[in-house]
């Protein structure tokens, strides 16, 4: 069974940084994209940023690209989120997710890996960004 733990939130003020830990265990080859989810109180849940480990498509969602960077370690299992520049309207519950293959070969989206279902989620890990 796949499972997901998030660290590395906490209160940070604007301008300062973050770096986000998800540990994954229990990943098969059926495991195709990971990723970065936030929901913020009163709004819906977004893609931050995912990535498919079939062809190491990388997707950020517009208004964190430059700031917020994902990486992988293979060898440890873990997915990070670093997060520059954080922002107030950065605050909001941090999740990691994973995403099964899809069984006909195909993604979900070529060009954004966060879209499509995920099947396995972490607990989240909560970030304020105070102003």
């Known amino acids: 069974e796949v499972q997901l733990e998030e660290s590395g939130g906490g209160l940070v003020q604007a301008g300062g940084s973050l770096r986000l830990s998800c540990a994954a265990s229990g990943f098969t080859s059926d495991e195709d994209a990971i990723g970065w989810f936030r929901q913020a109180p009163g709004k819906e849940r977004e893609g931050v940023s995912c990535i498919r480990s079939s062809d190491g498509t990388t997707y950020y969602a517009d208004s964190v690209k430059g700031r917020f960077t994902i990486s992988t370690d293979n060898a440890k299992n873990t997915v990070y989120l670093q997060m520059n520049g954080l922002k107030p309207e950065n605050t909001a519950v941090y999740y990691c997710?994973?995403?099964?293959?899809?069984?006909?070969?195909?993604?979900?989206?070529?060009?954004?890996?966060?879209?499509?279902?995920?099947?396995?989620w972490g607990q989240g890990t909560q970030v304020n960004v105070s102003s």
């Open positions: 997710a994973a995403q099964q293959r899809r069984s006909d070969g195909k993604n979900w989206y070529s060009l954004n890996p966060c879209v499509g279902p995920y099947e396995y």
